[in-house]
């Protein structure tokens, strides 16, 4: 029998490329069930809808017992803009553990315990103490994120625009955190473990622009604005409100160097070396 998998955050960006890397698996002996806010748009979203969605909110702990019914594991994945983890994720894990939720997987950043303001580390804990077998995946930067915070004026105006200073970036390919992800509700070597997930070199922007530069054939630029001509700069562009912050403190974050430190943790446990930044993007631009 096929097990149900619920997938909260579903609809974001991690969430989309974990589904759509299981529609190119196939998730074969896995029922992977969306809980998304907006059910009815879900089930018309062409990705999304592929899938069984149900309703789920963490701000209405009345939708958790009904997304978590049937459900075997869980892949947990905390919206950026939800800070008080003790007030909506506690209560999802109280709830997991009631219905004896055999694992949880979440998705959590690089370093967490260095940076005791991040609400991750609270996650990490609620998920530890209720004692249901977990897999946390402390991941770096998406590299993928370069083309989806930089994508339009690489091509516009060659420029690449971040506050990030000169900090470096353990690049991580979200397709390997999505493998690492699957792969933890099957692979018992990954059971409460908490896992360091990154590239294996760290970059800063500069040598991220010549690096496009030279597959681009064309120059383009690392600008490094002030914080408030780059928040000016990312409204014109239609960002919305919340990523901006959210942009804002990761690059707070890399430029405090928070963001350089790599690990061995994916090749110890996924036998295989990650995916590089160059081939990233050779593959994109
Ligand atoms: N970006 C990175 O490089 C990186 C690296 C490591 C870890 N992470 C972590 O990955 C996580 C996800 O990031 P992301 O970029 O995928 O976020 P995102 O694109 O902003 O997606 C957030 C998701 O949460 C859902 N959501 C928001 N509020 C909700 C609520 N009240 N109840 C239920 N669902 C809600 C959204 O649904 P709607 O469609 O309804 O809005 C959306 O599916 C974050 O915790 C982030 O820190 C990111």
Redesign the pocket.
């Known amino acids: 029998m096929k097990e149900n998998i619920l997938i ?8 989309r490329h974990l589904l759509s890397q299981c529609q190119e698996e196939s998730c074969e002996k896995k029922n992977i069930i969306a809980g ?3 059910e009815n748009e879900a089930k018309v979203d062409a990705q999304i809808g592929q899938f069984e969605v149900r309703p ?4 209405n702990i009345n939708t958790f017992e009904k997304a978590l019914d049937g459900i075997k594991k869980l892949i947990l ?6 800070k008080n983890t003790k007030r909506y994720i506690l209560p999802l894990i109280k709830v997991a553990k009631q219905k004896n939720i055999q694992h949880i997987t979440f ?3 690089t370093n967490t315990e260095k940076s005791k303001m991040i609400p ?1 580390l609270s996650v990490e804990k609620y998920i530890i103490e209720s004692g249901i077998p977990y897999t946390i995946i402390r ?4 590299m993928q ?1 370069i083309k989806r915070l930089a994508g339009n004026e690489i091509n516009l105006n060659q420029t690449i625009s971040m506050t990030a200073g000169n900090g470096k970036v353990n690049f991580t390919d979200i397709r390997d955190v999505v493998d690492i992800a699957y792969a933890s509700l099957v692979d018992a070597s990954l059971q409460n473990k908490e896992l360091e997930i990154t590239g294996n070199k760290s970059f800063n922007f500069y040598e991220v622009a010549e690096m496009i530069s030279k597959k681009a054939g064309k120059k383009i630029t690392y600008t490094k604005p002030s914080a408030i001509k780059f928040i000016r700069e990312k409204v014109k562009e239609k960002f919305s409100v919340q990523l901006i912050i959210q942009m804002s403190a990761v690059c707070n974050r890399i430029k405090q160097g928070k963001a350089e430190f790599t690990s061995d943790d994916f090749e110890r446990y996924m036998h295989r070396r990650p995916r590089s930044l160059e081939t990233y993007i050779m593959e994109t631009f």
């Open positions: 909260t955050g579903s609809t974001g960006f991690f969430g998304v806010r907006r789920f909110d963490f701000f994945i905390r919206p950026p803009a939800l998705l959590s950043v991750h991941s770096g930067f998406f994120n």
